[in-house]
């Protein structure tokens, strides 16, 4: 992990938290780090309105940390 730097150590360390990367073999960390850098798309559920979308898309967002959440879930 040291070749990638301090940046995705940190990030591996914040993602296997409370484990140590030193107790988990490379495999699973490549894995847990393949799945956070392909998160699954937000789908509309059968009868669920575009307001009611967007409100509950703005729930989710809200541990973002984003500066300015409407700009960045506008796009």
Do not use: W, Y
Request: glycine letters at 6%; one cysteine or more; proline letters at 4%.
């Amino acid at each position: 992990l040291r070749f990638f730097g301090g940046a995705v150590f940190n990030l591996t360390q914040a993602l296997i938290s409370p484990s140590n990367p030193n107790e988990k073999f490379f495999d699973e960390i490549l894995f847990i780090l393949e799945r956070h850098s392909s998160p699954q798309s937000s789908q509309i559920k059968v009868g669920e309105t575009i307001s009611d979308f967007v409100a509950d898309l703005f729930q989710v967002a809200q541990g973002c940390n984003f500066s300015d959440l409407e700009i960045m879930l506008r796009d």
